[in-house]
Each structure stands twice: as structure tokens, then as C-alpha cells.
């Protein structure tokens, strides 16, 4: 069989054109125009409207689907500007090997990535004193870890003048869902406190950042608490000490030299005999 009887495999530029013809009617530059203005007025009011509507409030899944829309609209009209600028293409050639498979599902970690974590950390599970650190440690790989391990692939292409056009991009929508789980970071770093609820004088387990009760508080929890706010820190010592110190010679210094009068007698004994 000859190398001319087999399908010739599509380059990516006409793999864009394509798509940009069947999917958004792209066939010259007045059409290339108007569907970019399209796409910059998409959903960036109409997305929390319908929600609104609906539900009687946005909410954190409405805010979620409103930024998931204006940023693939964003995309779609930044990928169509530039698909004629050829001078902004990456000079590095596409290389097909495992890397560049790695780094295709890179979008799809940064919009299913954040989702999948934000239904496992949303109530549909029960989340427990038990069970809470391995579903929130869940949520920050879904939804940090896996966009960033599938953006790395991608710094290679970054090259050239499409330095200014690519590194923004990976670097803004990379960061999109890993700042959706900060909070969740931050509750898994310092752990939930000790608090009441209400005015019954029952307290509960709490974590700050995310705002979530995880159910009474044990006597445990008490001793706990109660122990790393009685144990000062290597730190702590340190700086009380420092400040005694210079405390000592502002007073030695108002008294002439001496140590002053409230000071044990032994430490001003020896304070004399070294004068």
C-alpha cells in the first residue's frame, strides 16, 4: 500500500478553520468580526439573569457557570482573532508525543477539575469530623493540583511572541480554579477551632474559611485546644525575653547604673559586686 493511499492527517491550523466554519459560521473577516463581538456580549449578564429567575438568587453554581461561560467566550473570541495572526503562533512545532496528550485535557481539568471537587465538598457527601480532611485534601487536587500537573506540558510552546498571548492565558485560567480551593487549602492547613453555637453554651468543631460545622466538640478537642494556647512557642520565648532584657537596662539606666528596687535581692547583689 502506498503513502499516497493513506489519509493525509489534517494540520492543526486547518483543524482551527474547520471548527471555526462548522461551529460559529466563520468564512471571511466581516464574519470573524461579528462573531467575536458576539462572544465578548455573551454571557456575562444572561448567565446570572436566567439564575436568578430561577432560583431567586445566584449563588456560588451560578457564579461558577457565569465564569465558566465568559471565559470559554473569552477564548473562543481570542482564538479567533488571532487564528490569522500568524506572527503570534508559537515557532515551536506540535510534537504529538505523550506530553502533548498530557497537556490536550488541560482545559478540561481546569473546568471539571474545580466541579468534581466543588460536588464532593458541597453536601451531597456527608462530611464529618472523620471524614473531612480526605474530602477536602480531595477537592485541592481536583481542582489545583490536576490543572497545574496539565499546564506544565504546555510552557514548552510558550515561545517567541506568542509569549504575550500564551503566558497570560496558561498562567490566568490555570489560576481560575486553583483559587476556587484557597479556602478549602487554608481550612486543611490550620484545622477546625473550637467554638459556640448559639446562645445554648454548646460548642462545636468549625473551620473559618469555609464556614462549615463539623458537629459538637469533645472533651478532646477541649484539652487540645486548651494545650496549644497554653504552650508558647519557641518564637514567643525568644521575644519575651529580648524584651525583659532591654526592659532591665531602660531601668538600669533611669537609676544610675543600678538595677532597680523591684528586681530579686540576689540579682542586684550581684549587679553591685560586678560594679
Known amino acids: 500500500m502506498n503513502n499516497h493511499d493513506l489519509p493525509r492527517r489534517a494540520s492543526p491550523d486547518e483543524v482551527a478553520d474547520q471548527v471555526a466554519k462548522t461551529y460559529f459560521g466563520v468564512t471571511d473577516e466581516f464574519s470573524r468580526r461579528r462573531v467575536i463581538r458576539r462572544c465578548l ?7 446570572p439573569f ?3 429567575l430561577r432560583f431567586g438568587r445566584v449563588g456560588p453554581l451560578g457564579w461558577g457557570t457565569t465564569v465558566f461561560f465568559v471565559v470559554y ?3 473562543t473570541a481570542i482564538g479567533l482573532y488571532f487564528r ?7 515557532p515551536v512545532p506540535l510534537r504529538g508525543d505523550w506530553r502533548d496528550r498530557v497537556g490536550a485535557f488541560w482545559l478540561v481539568g481546569c473546568v471539571f477539575g474545580p466541579f468534581f471537587g466543588w460536588v464532593v465538598t458541597s453536601g451531597a457527601f456527608p462530611i464529618t469530623q472523620s471524614s473531612w480532611q480526605w474530602m477536602y485534601s480531595l477537592r485541592v487536587l481536583l481542582a489545583a493540583a490536576v490543572p497545574l ?10 515561545r517567541g511572541k506568542s509569549t504575550w498571548v500564551a503566558l497570560p492565558l496558561l498562567v490566568g485560567v490555570t ?3 486553583v483559587s476556587s480551593a484557597m479556602n478549602v487549602s487554608l481550612d486543611l492547613w490550620e484545622g477546625p477551632i473550637v467554638r459556640q453555637a448559639g446562645s445554648g453554651g454548646q460548642s462545636e468543631l468549625f473551620l473559618k474559611h469555609t464556614g462549615r460545622s463539623l458537629g459538637a466538640a469533645t472533651d478532646l478537642h477541649f484539652q487540645s485546644a486548651a494545650n496549644n494556647a497554653m504552650q508558647p512557642t519557641a518564637n514567643s520565648v525568644a521575644l ?5 532584657a532591654a526592659h532591665r537596662v531602660e531601668c538600669a539606666a533611669a537609676d544610675g547604673g543600678r ?6 535581692r540576689k540579682e542586684r547583689a550581684n549587679d553591685i559586686s560586678d560594679n
Open 149 to 158: 500537573v496539565l499546564a506544565l506540558p504546555l510552557t514548552r510552546y510558550v
Open 259 to 264: 538595677w532597680p528596687s523591684f528586681l530579686p
Open 50 to 52: 436566567l439564575f436568578y
Open 84 to 90: 490569522p495572526r500568524t506572527e503570534y503562533h508559537s
Open 175 to 177: 489560576l481560575l480554579p
Open 240 to 244: 519575651l525575653s529580648a524584651r525583659l
Open 73 to 75: 467566550l473569552l477564548l
Open 41 to 47: 456580549l455573551g454571557a456575562v449578564v444572561l448567565t
